[in-house]
């Protein structure tokens, strides 16, 4: 892992949400794009080298969903570039780290994703992102 990809967060309206970050950050999202297989709508910005990711969820059967029910909006997940994703799913595994999916999926923003499970990360929601190429 080389450095933060982005920073997952939750919310119920991406358009308010949209507008509120712009507002914040001081420019607009660069990217709006929908994952069906995760059930999420999700709106990028970028911040320096970093990315904010909003998430909205399109079903209520999905991941997005079930935490704005369970926790409210808020920080989802840290995502982590990698250069290497299935090296580092496999070094993650062999230090004891549970993956929540034993492959990696195919995410936003052109990127092959995998996560682990916050049981084994002390809480937090991390996600591996490495670049399509």
């Known amino acids: 892992m080389n450095r933060i990809e982005h920073l997952g967060i939750a919310v119920a309206n991406i358009e308010a949400a949209n507008e509120l970050f712009a507002k914040l950050l001081g420019k607009a999202h660069y990217k709006i794009e929908t ?3 995760e059930g ?3 709106s990028f910005f970028k911040v320096g080298e970093s990315k904010i990711e909003l998430l909205e969820a399109t079903n209520p059967e999905s991941p997005i969903s079930k935490f704005l029910t369970k926790k409210g909006e808020g920080v989802h997940h840290i995502a982590f570039h990698v250069d290497d994703i299935e090296k580092e799913m496999d070094r993650l595994k062999n ?12 995410g936003a923003d052109n ?23």
Do not use: A, M, R
């Open 35 to 37: 994952v069906e297989s």
């Open 40 to 42: 999420v709508k999700t």
């Open 95 to 106: 230090e004891g780290f549970v993956l929540i999916n034993e492959n990696y999926k195919d």
């Open 111 to 133: 990127k092959k994703v995998c996560f682990l499970h916050p049981k084994s990360t002390g809480g937090v929601l991390i996600e591996l992102c490495q670049e399509k190429k």
